[in-house]
């Protein structure tokens, strides 16, 4: 896939996070922005693997940030699934317009 | 690998996300983000990074989507009238979303440069000893963190059940 030029993956990062933000902003259930916030995070690395690939070949630090980005996304899901959890148990909806105990 | 290759896997890609962000039916947003995560693992693939492309297929389709889905069975929301997916804001997200595509997109071009021989591309064996050596610190945090995600998620869990059981009626 190196036949491809940088600045096209470099697109389809940028429509994967545009995507994303979209859904992260206009979602209701909580869960639909944890979705959201997967694509965005997908994006990113993959925009790391390009400018690895194409910049950075010799060393390897673009393939360890990814790595590290994804272990720490593994972590992110699991903690923000167990809040949803509950959440749930404690209002009985996860929609996130609808929680707003801390609203002033 | 050549490039129209590369156009219909991002067409693929951008098209499963737009529904995994617009379907109202969250368990085939979950179906089309695993296309997206697939997709994602096919890109790695065409540019030399198989390893990260195995990561991927592993821990998203197999951890995080899994994880998703059971999330979804347990806060089944109950099945009385059909209320709106979206917030009432969303024409908002979309203006920002659509103002920061723009900007990428204008960003992305003019930095093409070509792509160093694929016979360059260190192997897995590099990977696993310079992770070990250069990056050996990181690693070990990433292992705490880990660890410290797992029992936060436990503690979470299992505390507000207690409590919902005590003022259970």
């Known amino acids: 896939m190196t036949a491809t030029p940088l600045s096209w993956i470099l697109l389809l990062s940028a429509a994967m996070f545009a995507i994303g933000l ?17 694509i965005m995070l997908n994006a ?12 950075h070949m010799p ?19 699991a903690l923000g699934l167990a809040i949803i959890i509950a959440v749930y148990r404690h209002m009985r909806t996860i929609h996130v317009d609808e929680i707003t105990e801390l609203k002033g | 690998m050549n490039q129209w290759l590369f156009v219909l896997l991002a067409l693929v890609i951008v098209s499963a996300a737009v529904l995994a962000v617009t379907l109202r039916n969250l368990i085939h947003s979950v179906l089309s ?3 997206v995560f697939l997709g994602t693992a096919a890109v790695y693939v065409g540019l030399e990074a ?11 389709v197999g951890a995080i989507a899994i994880l ?3 999330a979804l069975m347990l806060v089944r929301a109950k099945m009385g009238q059909p209320t709106p997916h979206v917030t009432g804001s ?13 900007i990428l ?5 003019g930095i093409d440069r070509p792509a160093p021989p694929a016979a360059d591309v260190p192997d897995v064996a590099a990977l696993g000893t310079d992770l070990l050596r250069q990056w050996v610190m990181p690693f070990e945090a990433a292992s705490l963190l880990l660890t410290a995600a797992m029992i936060g998620a436990i503690a979470v869990a299992i505390e507000l059940r207690r409590q919902s059981r005590r003022s259970a009626p």
Request: glycine residues 6%.
């Open chain 2, 33 to 35: 983000l695993i296309v």
């Open chain 1, 44 to 55: 990113a690395n993959i925009n790391l693997i390009a400018f690895w690939r194409y910049l």
């Open chain 1, 59 to 77: 060393s390897l630090t673009g393939q360890m940030f990814v790595l590290f980005s994804i272990t720490v996304a593994g972590a992110e899901v």
């Open chain 2, 105 to 109: 997109a204008a960003a992305a071009f």
């Open chain 2, 50 to 60: 198989p390893f990260i492309a195995a990561v991927q297929v592993l821990i998203y």
């Open chain 1, 22 to 38: 979209f859904g992260a902003l206009s979602r209701k259930s909580a869960i639909g922005v944890l979705i959201a916030i997967e």
């Open chain 2, 90 to 102: 969303w024409w908002l997200g979309f203006i920002l979303a659509s103002a920061l595509f723009v």
């Open chain 2, 68 to 70: 998703l889905l059971f």
